[in-house]
């Protein structure tokens, strides 16, 4: 098409609107499977611990990757609003990428790494493309729950220029190398995140001169208002009243509480997270980006799971957590675990709209995600780092038994055994279903998982695991009984995993993963059921 035109009256057509916005969403996915085929670690390649978003002007979510991490999509939204507040439109130009791993305008804490690059069209910013990745490494302590403070988590970027115009900032890179013990990995994962960005550039620079466009600004105001109206509908199916629901988590000395008031009124909606536990001095901390990205989420699934993510659908949704809090720390609180806090959010939400969509909502998953980061030497002397992930099993609904070892409300894979086996000194004896692990009910809570490996590094090996529901199970909904607890041996004997160890060369480590919460009582299941659970093995 020749020219240029307004988009103010294709705003107004939904077939256009429609075609415009799964031509950006795919752009989206092709920069995703750019991030796959790029990375230089597996969390990209085999976990799909990443996201891709593609904004407007204004930082607002327009579209997606389909396979993107739940709490990356909302946070960095946030992370491109950050960077227009610190550098200014007005300041930005063409050929420029800007990066940060800060925890409270970042993705939560200091290991994911963002990358945001405003996009022009003829000489006009026109949006912008953003890229979320957790990389392997990021320096100071390996990633656990037991620092004290923000400053041991690891190497931080404040938001920053990555390149000038075209050009690299080569004394950043160089510190970055310097302080992560995977420079190769983690400086080439980043370099993939630029990648994408810069394909999501190009890819809409194309679309925006075949249809002769200006801009995206209208086009996707209209979609903003599109999902906002659905979003409100769905709201307001939903009787007006509070609703609360509380549970308590494993915690450290004590059991940590989590509470939250879910309030309905007309078209809106409110999270109000009073009453839960203050903020800890420890790296358990969830800042207010992360719960707010969680409880979106939560929401999202429960009153329009099959309608693509943009900004519109989240504006009749607030959330509100006391300052000082465990979901809203004070900066710089450590925040390196923070998925064993922010991985509670969904069911909390789930358990509060209970009484209301008893139809739609899940029992308690054996989330939060586990993880196992091991680090070490090479027979070089050259440092290593990987990690590792397993999953609980789901909580169970009206209709249906929780699926087993499958991460939610993350959508993280598991590491296979062969990929764990090609990137760390380890041998896997086994990898199975834990029997007896779901939560007994009508519906029955999904299995966790078994997991045992051995250290055949020949030199002492460092192992930090990120676990949850060691003490305090997956509850059940509806009367359903709660899933299995977690457990984390060494040679044998069940250990603290929120303390750091040191494997020696033989050692063995088990990992049982928690089971999903049951729905409804368990004497109403059928015989039926039962028996398939018993010849598949899924209980004694």
């Not at 607002?60 to 739940?70: C, K, Q, V, Y």
């Amino acid at each position: 098409m020749n020219g240029t035109i307004s988009t103010a009256p294709l705003a107004a057509d939904p077939i256009f609107l429609e075609v415009f916005w799964t031509r950006v969403r795919s752009i989206a996915d092709e920069a995703a499977k750019l991030i796959v085929r790029t990375s230089f670690s597996t969390l990209s390649t085999e976990a799909n611990d990443f996201a891709v978003v593609v904004t407007d002007t204004q930082g607002r979510s327009l579209a997606e990757n389909t396979g993107s991490i739940p709490s990356f999509i909302g946070t960095l939204p946030r992370t491109v609003r950050a960077a227009l507040a610190r550098i200014g439109a007005d300041r930005m130009r063409p050929g420029d990428v800007f990066v940060t791993n800060n925890p409270w305008i970042g993705t939560g804490h200091l290991n994911d790494v963002c990358v945001v690059k405003p996009m022009f069209h003829r000489a006009r910013l026109v949006g912008f493309a953003a890229t979320a990745a957790h990389v392997p490494d990021i320096g100071g302590k390996i990633r656990s729950v037991d620092a004290r403070e923000l400053f041991e988590e690891g190497f931080h970027i404040p938001l920053m220029h990555l390149l000038r115009e075209g050009k690299a900032d080569e004394t950043l890179l160089s510190l970055i190398r310097t302080n992560v013990r995977t420079p190769e990995q983690t400086v080439g994962d980043i370099w993939s995140q630029v990648g994408a960005v810069e394909l999501i550039d190009r890819r809409l620079a194309d679309v925006l001169g075949e249809y002769g466009l200006e801009g995206i600004d209208h086009l996707a105001e209209a979609l903003f208002e599109r999902g906002e109206r659905a979003m409100r509908q769905a709201i307001s199916n939903l009787p007006d009243g509070t609703y609360r629901y509380e549970m308590q988590t494993d915690g450290f000395e004590q059991a940590f509480r989590f509470a939250v008031a879910v309030t309905v009124r007309g078209s809106e909606l409110v999270c109000d997270f009073e009453g839960t536990s203050p903020q800890q001095p420890r790296g358990i901390n969830c800042v207010l980006a992360y719960t707010h990205a969680m409880t979106s989420y939560a929401i999202k699934c429960l009153l329009l799971p099959d309608l693509p993510n943009n900004d519109g659908l989240f504006r009749p949704i607030q959330v509100v957590a006391p300052e000082g809090s465990i979901v809203n720390p004070r900066e710089p609180a450590p925040v390196g675990g923070r998925a064993c806090t922010g991985h509670y959010v969904p069911p909390l939400i789930f358990g509060a709209l209970h009484p209301v969509l008893p139809d739609r909502v899940m029992a308690a998953a054996g989330s939060p995600l586990w993880i196992a980061n091991l680090s070490g030497t090479r027979d070089d002397g050259r440092p290593f780092a990987t990690v590792l992930f397993y999953n609980g099993g789901l909580g169970a609904t009206a209709g249906k038994d929780g699926s087993s070892a499958m991460s939610w409300p993350s959508n993280i894979s598991p590491t296979p055994v062969e990929v764990a086996e090609r990137d760390a000194p380890l041998f896997f004896r086994y990898k199975r279903l834990r029997a007896d692990s779901g939560g007994r009910g009508r519906s029955r809570g999904g299995l966790g998982e078994e997991v045992c490996f051995v250290s055949r590094h020949g030199r002492p090996l460092s192992i930090v695991f990120l676990t949850e529901r060691l003490r305090v199970p997956a509850p059940g909904l509806d009367g359903g009984e709660p899933g299995a607890c977690g457990e984390v041996l060494i040679n044998g004997a069940a250990v603290d995993s929120r303390r750091p160890h040191v494997l020696a060369p033989g050692d063995e480590v088990i990992l049982r993963t928690p089971g999903g919460g049951g729905f409804g009582p368990a004497a109403e299941r059928s015989d039926s059921l039962y028996a398939a659970d018993r010849l598949q093995g899924y209980i004694g």
